[in-house]
Structure formats: structure tokens, C-alpha cells
């Protein structure tokens, strides 16, 4: 997402733009693929007999394993949704009065800040569509002290 912004132009190339931009990123989607791999893991754990019924219909491993998980992605999503319906009604971004207190007008302020909350949903999204595929296929795991 973020070599999105830079190439289209949206934002400069500076490192005193695309630092900040790439931490609010890089915070988001630690918080989202956190949320969705715990929870799809969880549910695999939980509904073990459920996947195991999908096998036994024909269902490839990876397939029976995205009925269960697929659920997680949305709710990993959940927290980033909510920041967004609330940015500026209830919370002021820190995008918005960095740029505010940088000499940006308001409505410079707020474009950016638009632009970083689209950027970081799209951005959660694409990692938790990544995280919940991994987690299907196999490639995490609960630790051995929780499995159960």
C-alpha cells in the first residue's frame, strides 16, 4: 500500500512522510493478522470435527479449513472499521493534527488523514486475506502448550 501512495503520487517520497505513514501501516496490520491467525487457529482447534467432516465430503485440506477460518478475517477487521467510523467525531487522528500543527490547512489535513485511514483498511485487509490463507494451509500452528 504504501509503494501504492508514493508511485501514484499521493504522497512524497520524503522520509519525513513516508516514515510515519509506513509505522501507521505497519501497526495496523500487526494488530489485524494478530487477531485473525489467533482467532483462525482457535477455531480449527475448536472445530476440529467439523473440518474433519468437510474431508470425509471430498473438501481439499486447504478448502475445509477456510470454512472455519474465513470467519476470523472479518473479525479481525472489526477494530480498524470502528477507528474509522469514528475518526473526527469522536477521536481527532494523529495524521490529522500532525499535519494541522505542521502549517497544513484543515482541509489539507484531512485529505491526508482520508487518505491514510483508506490506505490502512486496504492495507489490514490484504493481511488478513494473507494471514487467514496461511493459517489454512497449515503453515501456523497453536503452540504445543495451548493445543487441546
Do not use: H, K, N
Request: include cysteine; proline fraction near 5%.
Amino acid at each position: 500500500m504504501l509503494a501504492t501512495l508514493a508511485g501514484s503520487g499521493l504522497t512524497p517520497t520524503s522520509g519525513i512522510v513516508i516514515i510515519p505513514i509506513a509505522g501507521i501501516l505497519l501497526g495496523g496490520c500487526l494488530t489485524a493478522t494478530a487477531l485473525a491467525g489467533r482467532r483462525a487457529v482457535e477455531e480449527l482447534r475448536q472445530r476440529r470435527g467439523e473440518v474433519e467432516a468437510a474431508l470425509a465430503l471430498g473438501f481439499l485440506p486447504r478448502d475445509a479449513a477456510m470454512e472455519i477460518c474465513r470467519p476470523s478475517a472479518a473479525g479481525a477487521l472489526v477494530p480498524a472499521l470502528d477507528q474509522t467510523r469514528t475518526v473526527g467525531l469522536v477521536t481527532l487522528p494523529g495524521a490529522f493534527v500532525g499535519v494541522l500543527l505542521g502549517g497544513a490547512s484543515p482541509i489539507e489535513a484531512g485529505v491526508v488523514q482520508l487518505v491514510v485511514l483508506v490506505a490502512l483498511l486496504a492495507a489490514e485487509a490484504v493481511a488478513t486475506v494473507v494471514t487467514v490463507e496461511l493459517v489454512a494451509r497449515g503453515r501456523f500452528t497453536a503452540p504445543s502448550g495451548e493445543q487441546g
